[in-house]
């Protein structure tokens, strides 16, 4: 059963937010609402028999695209399902959802700037940041690599002013990302997030600066943790968007062979802010 997307409420088969379609006998108390649909020599028979088995493929092919349930249910198409119209039909008018700046779910308000931080995930999943849905760092733009990956963006016009990344495993690179950091002038957003290891040659005059501009992570970051981070350099971001998440290494729970599962943060930023 979709539990928490469809519900069974006196007989009929409800979507939470919109409109019921009606089956021809309630269900039995403490039963399943989805069973199995009875074999058809036709699509439009079986759609009659088990017009909540219909549904469940719906979803099944189109993966987590979970809005077409809502178009299927919402007004008039809801009672032509009860009337017996083929999905097919219906799919056939209902409007393709609208890609979303760095992949969102719902837009930004036009107001604010779009962003989404991935950290690297495994040997072959590089970490992403995207920002106005363009990709600032990341396997397509040749720029990610092992350790602390950094982007700088200007706040005041929403532009990409310097990218880097800085191997913490092997060589002296903190104070390289120290001055990177410091470069960045005032009104700046600065994005980072680890691909690999980021913390085996972390100093802890580095850590400070990161700690310095609001992290409440870094101190704690290990051995192929997944990390990604949010912040501002003269100026005040609101307490509610998404800045940091973390995820460290454990044998017991990795979901790849020596590396964590990725963590990511997304959200908008307002483009008037203090």
């Not at 100026?235 to 044998?251: A, G, V, Y």
């Amino acid at each position: 059963c979709l539990t928490g997307i469809l519900v069974s409420v006196r007989g009929r088969i409800c979507t939470s937010l919109e409109g019921c379609i009606w089956r021809e006998a309630p269900c039995a108390p403490h039963t399943a609402c989805n069973p199995r649909p009875r074999r058809s020599v036709s699509g439009e028979s079986k759609w009659k028999e088990d017009p909540f088995g219909v549904f469940s493929r719906i979803l099944q092919i189109r993966g987590r695209r979970i809005i077409f349930l809502g178009t299927l249910a919402r007004g008039d198409q809801a009672r032509q399902i009860s009337r017996g119209e083929l999905p097919s039909q219906i799919l056939s008018r209902a409007p393709a959802p609208k890609r979303q700046k760095c992949d969102h779910w719902t837009p930004c308000p036009s107001d604010t700037y779009a962003y989404r931080l991935l950290s690297g995930g495994g040997r072959d999943k590089y970490a992403k940041i995207c920002f106005e849905d363009e990709l600032l760092i990341g396997e397509k733009t040749g720029n990610v690599g092992r350790g602390i990956n950094i982007a700088i963006v200007n706040y005041m016009t929403g532009k990409v002013t310097a990218t880097q990344y800085f191997d913490m495993f092997e060589g002296d690179n903190s104070g390289q990302m120290i001055n990177f950091i410091q470069s960045a002038p005032s009104k700046s957003l600065l994005f980072m997030v680890t691909h690999d290891d980021g913390a085996s040659r972390l100093k802890e005059d580095a850590k400070k600066v990161i700690e310095g501009l609001g992290s409440k992570h870094i101190r704690n970051i290990q051995f192929r943790s997944s990390w990604v981070f949010l912040t501002a350099k003269g100026l005040q971001l609101p307490e509610e968007i998404q800045r940091e998440s973390i995820n460290h290494s454990d044998s017991a729970r990795n979901r790849y062979s020596g590396w964590p599962a990725e963590v990511q943060i997304e959200g908008c930023i307002p483009k008037k802010t203090s």
